[in-house]
């Protein structure tokens, strides 16, 4: 009988650990999703009840992005799109709206031109989400501005404040020179 209970401790302990090792596990992944997606991660917890849900949702949006050949412009091409937002940015004084409409265009150009599709607004920020997460509500907040705009619903303050968001968005995608940020 001193067997069966030696046994018994013994597959016990067994289940212990892999219960152990399972849910350290799942902090590390959880860890790993929160650090590489921050602000997107805490928003999509915010907004839905499942973590489960939200990890999964961002565990195939990283394998989406892996499958996309994003990859970072030659330096002429950074040239010209600096250049490009110079002249943008000085078309903002005269033409607020119409600067804020091509600032938009200019971010999607950069985009497709690094490799990212940019047919739907809601997959270009589920692709950025993966190695732009820290700009991504600057993007969110500029899109938003810009529609107002194009309904001429804009302060030239919110303009402004567009063109600063579009600004982060297309910084970091102009000047990001590798592909696992």
């Not at 999607?108 to 940019?118: F, L």
Request: glycine share 4%; charged share 30%; net charge negative.
């Amino acid at each position: 009988m001193s067997t069966w209970i030696w046994v018994a401790v013994v597959v016990l302990a067994i289940v212990a650990l892999a219960a152990v090792a399972y849910v350290a596990l799942q902090q590390q992944r959880r860890g790993r999703l929160r650090e590489r997606f921050g602000p997107e991660y805490e928003r999509m917890m915010a907004e839905h009840d499942s973590k489960r849900d939200v990890e999964q949702e961002l565990r195939a949006r990283e394998q989406r992005h892996a499958e996309l050949d994003i990859r970072p412009l030659p330096e002429e091409t950074r040239d010209a799109y600096a250049t490009r937002w110079t002249e943008v940015q000085e078309r903002f004084v005269d033409a607020p709206g119409f600067a804020v409409t091509e600032a938009d265009q200019l971010v999607s150009s950069v985009m497709a031109e690094r490799g990212y599709p940019t047919e739907n607004f809601e997959q270009r920020l589920s692709d950025l989400s993966v190695g732009h997460a820290a700009t991504l509500d600057h993007y969110r907040k500029a899109h938003e501005i810009s529609g107002r705009a194009a309904r001429k619903e804009a302060s030239t303050e919110e303009l402004r404040q567009a063109m600063v968001h579009y600004r982060a968005l297309f910084e970091e995608l102009l000047h990001e020179t590798s592909r696992g940020r």
